[in-house]
T-cell receptor, first 115, second 112 residues
Framework: DTEVTQTPKHLVMGMTNKKSLKCEQH?????MYWYKQKAKKPPELMFV???????INESVPSRFSPECPNSSLLNLHLHALQPEDSALYLC??????????????FGPGTRLLVL | GDSVTQMEGPVTLSEEAFLTINCTYT??????LFWYVQYPGEGLQLLLK?????DKGSNKGFEATYRKETTSFHLEKGSVQVSDSAVYFC???????????FGQGTRLTINP
């Protein structure tokens, strides 16, 4: 089973709202990722958690706040977003065993619209 | 730094045509190479992968061979179907790296 689940599927929020995106995997993977994908573009890496610790932050604005409560869950807290933050937010996971081939498995994404 | 270059789309073919989507890469060492597919309104699905030179990845009739001498990982399918219409991303993962490097994506449309 290579399933990564994400909720909600769609989200509309105002610029003053606070919301959270949730990602879950039960494959025993120890690395989890947040990507942002704008229309007709490839995904862009935002954050990487490795063994529940933040290992990569790609200079993402502080209005995006990741959290990894345990090895199966990854959250992305959103606050005071801008309309240009509207995008598809993808979660991914991989084994993180330090091996050569760390295949990343993606979830279906949350489509976010900021008004 | 590492980079991936894909043939620009969109690509439009008739059903049962032969498909090639070119992908070349620049990387140090021995990266792993991937093809992901994104159907309309969905996330990315792993289509196939190869982890070392001369490896051939295959899945659902698609194939790609890791060619280190030409730094290429071209995607091929002998007979495409309407259901193959999607965006295809070539990607690489450097040795010990966690950041996938994506190509720009190729939009494929198959007409009946």
């Amino acid at each position: 089973d290579t399933e990564v689940t994400q909720t909600p599927k769609h989200l509309v929020m105002g610029m003053t709202n606070k919301k959270s995106l949730k990602c879950e995997q039960h494959m025993g993977h120890r690395a989890m990722y947040w990507y942002k994908q704008k229309a007709k573009k490839p995904p862009e890496l935002m954050f990487v958690y490795s063994y529940e610790k933040l290992s990569i932050n790609e200079s993402v604005p502080s209005r995006f706040s990741p959290e990894c409560p345990n090895s199966s869950l990854l959250n992305l807290h959103l606050h005071a977003l801008q309309p240009e933050d509207s995008a598809l937010y993808l979660c991914a996971s991989s084994q993180d065993s330090g091996g050569q081939s760390e295949t990343q498995y993606f979830g279906p994404g949350t489509r976010l619209l900021v008004l | 730094g590492d980079s991936v270059t894909q043939m620009e789309g969109p690509v439009t073919l008739s059903e049962e045509a032969f498909l090639t989507i070119n992908c070349t890469y620049t990387a140090t060492g021995y990266p792993s190479l991937f093809w992901y597919v994104q159907y309309p309104g969905e996330g990315l699905q792993l289509l196939l992968k190869a982890t070392k030179a001369d490896d051939k990845g295959s899945n659902k009739g698609f194939e790609a061979t890791y060619r280190k001498e030409t730094t290429s990982f071209h995607l091929e399918k002998g007979s495409v179907q309407v259901s193959d219409s999607a965006v295809y991303f070539c990607a690489l993962l450097g040795q010990g790296a966690q950041k996938l490097v994506f190509g720009q994506g190729t939009r494929l449309t198959i007409n009946p």
